[in-house]
T-cell receptor, first 115, second 120 residues
Framework: GNSVTQMEGPVTLSEEAFLTINCTYTATGYPSLFWYVQYPGEGLQLLLKATKADDKGSNKGFEATYRKETTSFHLEKGSVQVSDSAVYFC??????????????FGTGTRLTVIP | GAGVSQSPSNKVTEKGKDVELRCDPISGHTALYWYRQSLGQGLEFLIY????????KSGLPSDRFSAERTGGSVSTLTIQRTQQEDSAVYLC??????????????????FGPGTRLTVT
């Protein structure tokens, strides 16, 4: 089946520190991979995505590379800011026979960046 | 443009009552999903609609849960005889797709702000 395993938090970093949030997946097919972010009091927002092996998704200074050989999609940012404090979710979608591409989410990692 | 909207934003109900949650997807998106976000279970898929096709209900946790999508747009999620374990944030997402050479169709889901349901 499909599943996502994500580094448990919470993670607390000082401003300008380097961030890595690990994510590995199990999939029956050839999934697309996503990172979603949920800022305090807000809904889920798509942060970045990758659709095939070796693709690198990037947005707002965050990057993640689709590694098929290690079934991983780790999120990185070179220098975090206080405004990056949020909960980050790794997710995959794999097309079902019904046509659905429902997302399978990790448990989420809460990041707090302190000044 | 307008994003996915959901109403109400918060709902408190007594155990045993029925509730209806509403979702307005992004105009032109043919696919619509419902998810549930709860402390114990994380984010779970509930149901999927695509155009006029039969919905994929494989994620609904019990027969107290049902959903419909009228006219291919607005969707309502109904929970009958609510239980305390139904307390969660219910999220709706609508999906666009585009064709990417070498990959095929790629789907992106855009989420609404959610409805926080509390069953007392």
């Amino acid at each position: 089946g499909n599943s996502v395993t994500q580094m448990e938090g919470p993670v607390t970093l000082s401003e300008e520190a380097f961030l890595t949030i690990n994510c590995t997946y199990t999939a029956t097919g050839y999934p697309s991979l996503f990172w979603y972010v949920q800022y305090p009091g807000e809904g889920l927002q798509l942060l970045l995505k990758a659709t095939k092996a070796d693709d690198k998704g990037s947005n707002k200074g965050f990057e993640a590379t689709y590694r098929k050989e290690t079934t991983s999609f780790h999120l990185e940012k070179g220098s975090v800011q206080v405004s990056d404090s949020a909960v980050y979710f790794c997710a995959l979608s794999d097309r079902k026979e019904t046509g659905a591409n429902n997302l399978f989410f990790g448990t989420g990692t809460r990041l707090t960046v302190i000044p | 443009g307008a994003g996915v909207s959901q109403s109400p934003s918060n709902k408190v109900t007594e155990k045993g009552k029925d509730v209806e949650l509403r979702c307005d997807p992004i105009s032109g998106h043919t696919a619509l999903y419902w998810y549930r976000q709860s402390l114990g279970q994380g984010l779970e898929f509930l149901i999927y609609f695509q155009g006029n096709s039969a919905p994929d209900k494989s994620g609904l946790p019990s027969d107290r849960f049902s959903a419909e999508r009228t006219g291919g747009s607005v969707s309502t999620l109904t929970i009958q005889r609510t239980q305390q374990e139904d307390s969660a944030v219910y999220l709706c997402a609508s999906s666009s797709s585009y064709f990417l050479a070498g990959v095929g169709f790629v789907y992106e889901q855009y989420f609404g702000p959610g409805t926080r349901l509390t069953v007392t």
